[in-house]
């Protein structure tokens, strides 16, 4: 079984700080692990995933994402906030076998303050 | 745009009436998927057809009905709903049996009245 948690509903960063959305995992096989952008009124949109190469993933519009196996964890970060990076994010995990089901988290709404 | 289209994009429909979803997907993927995105709930997988064959069931009431007649189109057909199925329905397409990206259409914003 497979799980995740978004720990925050809700953050709140200043323009040109720091982003971090944390995210933790459940997986009883090896995970591979995604996180999609939801803007208003729209469908999701995949940042960055991890499929069991490099640990430190880079996505769109300056995201990454750090896999650690021994935290469970796959916090996504970017250095500096766009009032543009408003929106919804969603941390997901799936397995490898048969078709790709995505289990994801609750989401974490980020809000940019100018 | 994501390549997957849904349609309608907004829907308002009675507790007898008989509507369906339509999603459809030019990428070539072999894999399609309905969630459900209500307030306040993480996205809940619905149906999953791979190769046109459904593959998934999770737990959904009878009055959703999936239809996925080949590897393109995927419909979801409803029937005498209730109000708390009122949500944002997403169709997505993956290639299926590996850790390919999943695609997302724009959803269909129901409500039941």
């Known amino acids: 079984a497979q799980s995740v948690t978004q720990l925050g509903s809700h953050v709140s960063v200043s323009e040109g700080a720091l982003v971090l959305l944390r995210c933790n995992y459940s997986?009883?096989?090896?995970?591979?692990l995604f996180w999609y952008v939801q803007y208003p009124n729209q469908g999701l949109q995949l940042l960055l995933k991890?499929?069991?190469?490099?640990?430190l993933v880079k996505g769109i519009n300056d995201f990454e994402a750090e896999f650690k196996k021994s935290e469970t964890s796959f916090h996504l970060t970017k250095p500096s906030a766009h009032m543009s990076d408003a929106a919804e994010y969603f941390c997901a995990v799936s397995g490898f076998v048969g078709a790709q089901k995505l289990v994801f988290g609750q989401g974490t709404r980020l809000t940019i303050n100018p | 745009e994501t390549g997957v289209t849904q349609t309608p994009r907004h829907l308002v429909m009675g507790m007898t009436n008989k509507k369906s979803l339509k999603c459809e997907q030019h990428?070539?993927?072999?894999?399609m998927y309905w969630y459900k995105q209500s307030a306040k709930k993480p996205l809940e997988l619905m149906f999953v057809y791979s190769l046109e064959e459904r593959v998934e069931n999770n737990s959904v009431p009878s009055r959703f009905s999936p239809e996925c007649p080949n590897s393109s189109h995927l419909f979801l057909h409803l029937h005498t709903l209730q109000p708390e199925d009122s949500a944002l329905y997403l169709c997505?397409?993956?290639?299926?049996?590996?850790?390919?990206?999943?695609?997302f259409g724009q959803g269909t914003r129901l409500t039941v009245v």
């Open positions: 997505a397409s993956s290639q299926a049996g590996g850790p390919s990206k999943a695609f």
């Open positions: 997986s009883s096989v090896p995970p591979y």
């Open positions: 991890y499929t069991s190469a490099a640990t």
């Open positions: 990428l070539g993927h072999n894999a």
